[in-house]
């Protein structure tokens, strides 16, 4: 499955974001996605995740501002960014995911920048 993640940018605190991840592969619709983040010099998070069923999770830090979706027919997974904090500043990536364990399973792609001013 190959990834390309876009719609990071430069925005100030409060303010939007809506990422977007495009998929490749033929079974998009069967697998778990997610979006994680990462910080130079810190290890990548996982931030929300969605299964093929449509269920949905997040980190404490993102409840209620960030909200998670999919459209197989399009083959994209999106992550809207509400309420942006200077600590959501990060590279975002999307993955595959194995629900059980959220650990990734698939190919990173090049990630997207988000940088929230104070």
């Known amino acids: 499955e190959q990834l390309v993640e876009s719609g990071g940018g430069l925005v100030q605190a409060g303010g939007s974001l809506r990422l977007s991840c495009a998929a490749s592969g033929r079974a998009f619709s069967t697998y778990d996605m997610a979006w994680y983040r990462q910080v130079p010099g810190n290890q990548r998070e996982l931030v929300a995740a969605i299964s093929s069923e449509d269920s949905t999770r997040y980190i404490d830090s993102v409840k209620g501002r960030f909200t998670i979706s999919r459209d197989n027919a399009k083959k994209v997974v999106d992550l809207q960014m509400n309420s942006l904090r200077s600590e959501d500043t990060a590279t975002y990536f999307c993955?595959?995911?194995?629900?059980?364990?959220?650990?990734?399973?698939?190919?990173w792609g090049q990630g997207t920048q988000v940088t929230v001013s104070s």
């Open positions: 993955n595959t995911q194995d629900w059980i364990t959220g650990a990734p399973f698939g190919s």
